[in-house]
Nanobody
Framework: QVQLVESGGGLVQAGGSLRLSCAASGRTFRPYGMAWFRQAPGKEREFVARIVWSDGSTYYADSVKGRFTISRDNANNTVYLQMNSLKPGDTAIYYC????????????????WGQGTQVTVSS
């Protein structure tokens, strides 16, 4: 079974930065793409960013465009989310996900999920 483990969350001041990591382990890892989602208490899980594993092409939610960058390290089976200019509204548990489908947009499209890492942005 593929295991995804997020790290890098924490408390940061508004305007600050954090870098999240998601390391994959287990059986042979061959996703089509990986993504970051986030979920605040009482809110639905929302898409943040995704990346196609093979070519590195990316897509971002409008709310984070220009502030967040998703990237991957193929050799280490790791995906990153660099978060800059953080806002209190970014506060959430951040989850990474991996999927084998070509369509990777909704949570249901993904096969594997990490346990999440908390990001808290203070004003």
């Amino acid at each position: 079974q593929v295991q995804l483990v997020e790290s890098g969350g924490g408390l940061v001041q508004a305007g600050g930065s954090l870098r999240l990591s998601c390391a994959a382990s287990g059986r042979t890892f061959r996703p089509y793409g990986m993504a970051w989602f986030r979920q605040a208490p009482g809110k639905e899980r929302e898409f943040v960013a995704r990346i196609v594993w093979s070519d590195g092409s990316t897509y971002y939610a409008d709310s984070v465009k220009g502030r967040f960058t998703i990237s991957r390290d193929n050799a280490n089976n790791t995906v990153y989310l660099q978060m800059n200019s953080l806002k209190p509204g970014d506060t959430a548990i951040y989850y990474c996900a991996a999927g084998t489908k070509i369509r990777l947009v909704l949570p249901r499209d993904f096969d594997y999920w990490g346990q999440g890492t908390q990001v808290t942005v203070s004003s």
